[in-house]
C-alpha cells in the first residue's frame, strides 16, 4: 500500500433529461459558432460535454432531431425576448425599437443563431427544419408589420408607407448587420452599428411634421 494519497475523482453532476436536453441544445449552438454548422457532429457534442454519443442520442433520436430542438428553441427564446421588448413601448414605434435592439443584444448573446437559421445543409435535407424556419421568419415579419400599421393608425408612420416592405426592410437591417460583423470580426461591435442605423430606418418611417409651404 503506497503512502500517496487518494483523491477522488469529481463526480460529473447528475442532470434531469430537461436540463440534459437544455445542455445538449446550448452546446450545438457553441460548437455552431466555433467551427460552423456543417461540421457539428454528435461526437463533438458528447466530447464537449464530457458524455458519449450513447448518452447523447438517450435524449435525441437523431442528429436532425437535435437540430429541431435547436429551431425550437431559438423560435421560443427570440419571439419572448422580442415580445417582452415589444410589450415595454410607449407606441407602435418605441415598441419596433425596442425590439430591434433586443434581437440585436440576443445575436450578440449567441452569435451562431443567424447561421443556423441560413444554413442551406440543414433546410435542404430536412422539411420540418425549413418549414419552421419559414413561420419563424412569416411570424416575425408578420410582428413588424402590425406595429408598422399601428403606427399609421396613430399618425406616426408616414400614411403612405408599404408596412409589407418596411417589414421586410427591417429584417434586412438585421441580417445586414449580422453579416458585417460576421465579416468584420471585432472590427465593429454589432451593438455600435445597430445604434447607428436604425435611426436612419425610423427618420424614413416616421410621419413628417406638417409644414406650412411659404406664401
Not at 436540463?19 to 454528435?42: H, S
Not at 458524455?51 to 421560443?76: C, E, P, Y
Not at 443563431?113 to 445543409?121: A, D, E, F, G, M
Request: hydrophobic residues 45%.
Amino acid at each position: 500500500m503506497s503512502g500517496e494519497p487518494e483523491f477522488n475523482q469529481p463526480q460529473r453532476k447528475r442532470l434531469g433529461a430537461d436540463e440534459r436536453r437544455e445542455e445538449i441544445i446550448r452546446v450545438t449552438l457553441e460548437l455552431a459558432d466555433k467551427q460552423g454548422v456543417d461540421d457539428v457532429t454528435t461526437q463533438d457534442m458528447a466530447e464537449a460535454m464530457g458524455v458519449t454519443q450513447g448518452a447523447v442520442f438517450r435524449h435525441f433520436a437523431s442528429k436532425d432531431a437535435i437540430w429541431l430542438a435547436v429551431m425550437q428553441w431559438v423560435r421560443n427564446r427570440l419571439m419572448a425576448v422580442l415580445g417582452n421588448a415589444a410589450a415595454q413601448g410607449r407606441d407602435p414605434l418605441d415598441a419596433l425599437q425596442r425590439m430591434f435592439f433586443a434581437h440585436i443584444e440576443f445575436i450578440a448573446g449567441h452569435p451562431a443563431i443567424p447561421r443556423v437559421l441560413t444554413s442551406k445543409h440543414l433546410h435542404g435535407r430536412n422539411a420540418m427544419l425549413r418549414q419552421l424556419v419559414t413561420e419563424i421568419m412569416l411570424g416575425y415579419e408578420a410582428k413588424i408589420a402590425g406595429l408598422l400599421t399601428d403606427a399609421q393608425a396613430q399618425g406616426l408612420a408616414r400614411a403612405d408607407l408599404d408596412t409589407h416592405a418596411a417589414a421586410t426592410l427591417y429584417i434586412g437591417m438585421v441580417q445586414g448587420l449580422v453579416l458585417q460583423s460576421s465579416i468584420l470580426r471585432g472590427q465593429r461591435a454589432i451593438e455600435k452599428e445597430a445604434a447607428r442605423t436604425f435611426p436612419v430606418y425610423l427618420q424614413a418611417i416616421r410621419q413628417q411634421p406638417f409644414q406650412e409651404s411659404p406664401s
